[in-house]
């Protein structure tokens, strides 16, 4: 019987974190920056979301806990790439884009940016998630969240000029 809930218990969590998979892989590799270290990070995260089930509050949303959990492995990513950069880019690495093409300042606006204030534009805008989920993902309130999303954008804003084409 003890194995059977076990079973019972592993289909529903993979059930619960498959479709976040995705969303994760997002995350972390706007936070990254790189393919290789974003699919670690996420199937490093899946085997601590795995290892921590137990602690996951029933009735709770799955995703913020999900993402904490992967914006907690990219940190760790991040602190190893430190100690380790033989090969690492440089934080203001130009995109491979056209020059004056919106979305390639933009990039590049963000990978100037500090990781805290990177991880909030991203979780808000680029995952589109709303405030609440934010602040559980961040592990604070919403009005935290908000702040942090408003103080993220105010260095963001000087960085990213668009020039209208005339």
């Avoid at 270290?37 to 949303?61: I, T």
């Avoid at 100690?83 to 934080?91: E, Y």
């Avoid at 309130?141 to 084409?165: G, K, M, N, W, Y």
């Amino acid at each position: 019987m003890v194995g059977a809930l076990a079973f019972e218990d592993e289909v529903a969590f993979a059930a619960s974190i498959e479709p976040l998979l995705p969303v994760g892989f997002r995350l972390a590799y706007a936070m990254l920056r790189s393919r290789a270290d974003a699919e670690d990070v996420v199937q490093e995260a899946a085997m601590k979301a795995w290892q921590k089930r137990r602690s996951f509050r029933a009735g709770a949303e799955p995703r913020p806990w999900f993402l904490a959990i992967v914006a907690n492995e990219c940190r760790m990513a991040w602190r190893r790439r430190s100690r380790h950069p033989v090969g690492d880019l440089p934080r203001d690495v130009a995109v491979a884009t056209e020059p004056g093409e919106e979305a390639g300042q933009l990039r590049r606006a963000l990978s100037r940016l500090g990781r805290k204030d990177r991880l909030a534009l991203v979780l808000r805008y680029y995952l589109d998630l709303p405030t609440d989920e934010v602040a559980r993902t961040l592990g604070v309130s919403p009005a935290a969240a908000r702040v942090r999303i408003h103080r993220a954008l105010a260095r963001l804003r000087p960085q990213f000029e668009v020039t209208a084409d005339e």
